[in-house]
């Protein structure tokens, strides 16, 4: 079972451990939490295939001591040929989710590095993008060894992914699923690794890579353009807030679904719970995801179009959406979910930097498109858009698509700071509403409380299930509670199951030690530096 970790002079927590080794080894030899995290990384990003790629998109929360979290969008726009019409014309009647027409979306992640590795020379930071990408350009080159969950999930998906231009080439050795343990070699990825090290990250976006990428889009009939990725860019934003009766809780604006996290802790403290693992505890929870949800659904879009949305934190939206729940009845859930492939990463220095991570490419290995010049597989985050020009997210050039995606940063009045967070689409919220609640409100420590058993309600991870899904280590008074409240339940087969995601915490305290866990569903590690 894994366990707490204590670390001294700062920590990192990955769900795979080549890249929690990357990020500690940046922090042992000097490096601020940002380096380490743009470290991390790009190692995940090789590692982790099926999880995340430099194809794909990255939100950042950074605080530095003393001061209000920052928080960094790396999200792209569609490209120039993405129109409601130009797919209409091609057949489509929803959003495809695989090959080139699914790849309509710029890849935002590595503008999040350059953004993110600007603000750390600023304070101080002195480490060169060679030495942050050193790691990832050598697992590339020497090759990577496939994960219990990338072998299950590239068997699961095969045919879809096999006719997707390029995977079959990099994912499918000898044309078949790989095993767990072999080996898969990624030699133009490494070298384009090499060369954003070189050039710099935007090199990606207005240099030779950029030039490589836009010509492999164009001749695969993607819809991105060179023009799309010259003008894109990360940006600083204001972060989401809400305040609970101990800590502040932060976590992304629109374009993600940040929103819904800080809205479940929001409306779950106002309903008074005062025993963890209680029923009252999950059901309580459970009906303040379903609250939560549908006001995201309503509300979340690209943010040049969502407004201020942080006025569904205030106490009369919180108060009033907690009277509606009852906490003896379920309520009924209809909402569609959606799902998703992603990683959460934290990392704390020994000055207290502290840095929460998402990285995605949306379904596991995004669009299943790799583009053969340079190694990059291309996400999929344009499958969150619709074909109807009056839905809230409707497909259109230089729009951004609705994001899974949100990490998230607790600072505690003792002067504790925890960056949280998970991948798992739209179990995300729930995930870190249990990690947090079980944290911060009921005492148990990061390992406990990410390994303790999960619920997930809605779809994630290809599964077309609406109800609530438990692991089978609930107390099965629990379970038979929340059947007689009305909650469709499964209890699911797997005790630590991946469709309940990967968490991750780090707790720094006042005194500068760091506590920090990851989830045993994963394949990762907390490494004190």
């Known amino acids: 079972m894994v366990e707490t970790v204590v670390g001294e002079k700062g920590m990192v927590v990955a769900p795979h451990a080549a890249a929690a080794e990357t990020g500690a080894e940046i922090l042992r030899a000097g490096g601020n939490a ?36 920052r928080y960094i969008e790396a999200c ?16 489509h009647e929803r959003m495809p989710v695989r090959g080139a027409d699914a790849a309509i979306t710029v890849a935002g992640a590595v503008s999040g590095w350059h953004l993110a590795h600007e603000l750390s020379k600023s304070l101080g930071g002195a480490q060169h993008p060679k030495t942050l990408l050193a790691d ?30 390029g995977f079959a080439d990099v994912f499918l050795p000898e044309g078949k699923p790989p095993a767990i343990g072999d080996t898969i070699h990624q030699p133009r990825l490494a070298d384009t690794l090499d060369q954003l090290a070189h050039a710099g990250f935007m090199d990606f976006y207005r240099g030779d890579v950029g030039k490589a990428l836009a010509d492999d889009l164009e001749r695969i ?4 353009t060179r023009e799309d990725l010259v003008r894109h860019e990360a940006r600083f934003r204001a972060p989401l ?13 629109p374009p993600t679904q940040g929103l819904a996290s800080l809205l479940i802790l929001g409306i779950f403290e106002r309903l008074g719970v005062k025993r963890g693992e209680s029923f009252e505890h999950l059901h309580g929870l459970v009906e303040a995801t379903k609250r939560a949800f549908l006001l995201r659904d309503k509300h979340v879009t690209d943010p040049v179009f969502a407004g201020d949305v942080s006025i569904h934190l205030s106490e009369r939206v919180l108060a009033r959406e907690a009277a509606a729940i009852d906490m003896r009845h379920a309520a009924p859930w209809p909402q569609v979910a959606e799902k998703g492939d992603t990683v959460w990463m934290g990392a704390v220095d020994g000055d207290g930097l502290a840095v929460s991570y998402i990285q995605s490419i949306f379904f596991e290995f995004g669009s299943g498109c790799v583009l053969p010049a340079t190694g990059v597989t291309w996400q999929n985050r ?34 504790r700071v925890m960056p949280y967070g998970t991948m798992g689409g739209e179990g995300q919220p729930q995930t870190q509403a249990a990690v947090f609640t079980r944290h911060a409100l009921f005492g148990m420590d990061p390992a406990e409380a990410i390994a303790a058993p999960r619920w997930l309600l809605g779809r994630t991870w290809g599964s077309d299930h609406l109800h609530l899904r438990l692991e089978n280590r609930f107390d099965p008074d629990l379970v038979l509670a929340l059947e007689r409240a009305g909650h469709e339940l499964e209890v699911i087969d797997e005790a630590y199951s991946d469709t309940m995601g990967h968490a991750g915490a780090i707790v720094r305290r006042r005194d500068g030690r760091s506590i920090g866990a990851t ?10 530096a």
């Open 76 to 91: 792209g726009a569609a490209g120039a040929g993405a129109s409601i019409r130009a797919y209409r014309d091609k057949g």
């Open 221 to 224: 009939g993607s819809p991105v």
């Open 136 to 165: 990832a350009v050598a697992h590339a080159k020497n090759g990577i060894a496939v994960t219990r969950s990338q072998a299950r999930l590239t068997a699961l998906h095969h045919d879809a992914l096999a006719a997707a231009p």
């Open 519 to 528: 989830d045993p569903r994963s394949d990762g590690a907390a490494i004190a």
């Open 382 to 415: 344009g499958a969150s858009f619709h074909l109807d020009p009056a839905a809230r997210n409707p497909l259109e050039p230089g729009r951004k698509p609705f994001h899974t995606l949100n990490p998230a940063l607790a600072r505690f009045k003792d002067g």
């Open 34 to 69: 940002i380096e380490a995290m743009i470290g991390m990384a790009a190692t995940i990003a090789v590692v982790y295939p099926h999880m995340n790629a430099i194809g794909g998109d990255g939100f950042w929360l950074i605080r530095e001591p003393g001061k209000e979290p």
């Open 241 to 253: 807030s809400v305040t609970l009766s101990d800590a502040t809780v932060y976590n992304a604006p």
